[in-house]
């Protein structure tokens, strides 16, 4: 049986889900990217997500790739 993946979702859901599930809070937006940052133990974690209507799976991937969450995680709260 196949896990259930990322979903395709629009740029603003994901920044909402970032800034209210895992800490992230919008530093500033330059056209469509909206850059994002959480400061931890390591350091300041930052992501630019495009708000775009859908996201396509590669991008998000990225996206939380740079934020360092988990795509497992993520998933739970889409």
């Known amino acids: 049986m196949k896990l ?6 629009s740029g603003k859901e994901c920044v909402k ?3 209210n599930k895992f800490g992230f809070s ?7 990217h909206i ?3 959480k400061e931890t133990s390591q350091g300041v974690v ?6 775009h209507k859908e996201l396509k799976i ?5 996206v939380l790739e740079l ?3 988990k795509q497992e995680l993520f998933i739970e709260y889409q």
Not at 46 to 51: E, S
């Open 58 to 62: 590669g991008t998000l991937k990225n």
């Open 4 to 9: 259930p993946g990322l979903k395709k979702i």
């Open 35 to 37: 850059v994002l940052s």
């Open 26 to 32: 919008v530093v500033r937006q330059k056209g469509s």
């Open 17 to 19: 889900i970032l800034c």
């Open 67 to 69: 934020a360092k969450v």
């Open 46 to 51: 930052g992501t630019v997500v495009p708000n």
